[in-house]
């Protein structure tokens, strides 16, 4: 792998963890108009490095969060750190149920149905459209709104359903503090990644190269920095009500993703 592919591809990866425009949308979308080959598949090793980068710069950004969330797990008690604990294995319950019963039913979907990524697109957009509309509040994250974020993220598996753009509306829709939401949402993920890292690890199909160090560190470098900036300004935005932007894109990705499907 060349060094520029690797830091173009952690760029990438770093951005579309946190901006809502649904990274495995675009990715469907560039297969259909380049096709199935032009985009090659990169090796298993340096897609769990840059999840890892990703998560990574997400504990960076809410690093006090992350510690205190810690401290109550391993003091054993019943505080407000270990109750939001809590919420994050709950809001991980549906998505993990999806992986682990039916990825492979989930496949389908990941194979060239640029109609149906446009129609998710348009869904995302409407999803951030409604969300900058919500009023701010002050209401935390409870086990239901957690269980009914992590059903968002369930369903932002399906290409061109952006993980962050429908799980932050869920919350901010339920009624809770747009900072909350954010942060409830990028932090609801980690444990994700790193499950996903660990079953990518122990399948025994990770294969390394010594001349792929150099690249792998670049990637996970870009992916690293690109992480930090996309989860800090992901966060202003929602504070700002400026989700409008991305909805705009996504509905002009979706229109010409299902013009593209009918008449291409």
Known sequence: MEIIDAIILGIIQGLTEFLPVSSSGHLELGKAILGADALPEESLL?????????ALSTMVVFRKDVLDIFRGL????WNEETQFALKIVV???????????LQDYMEVFFDGAIIIVGIMLIITAILLYLADLAKTTEKAVSYRSAFVIGLAQMVAMLPGISRSGATISAAVLLGIDKTRSARFSFLMVVPLIIGKMAKDIFSGEINFQNDETIAMGAGFLAAFVA?????????KLVRQSKLTYFAMYCLLVGLIAIGWSIWG
């Open 46 to 54: 340096f897609t769990v490095v840059l999840h890892f980068a990703t």
């Open 74 to 77: 391993f003091q054993f008690k």
């Open 91 to 101: 809001s991980m319950i549906p998505a993990a149920l999806v992986g682990f019963f």
């Open 227 to 235: 992480g930090l900036a996309a989860c800090t300004w992901m966060i």
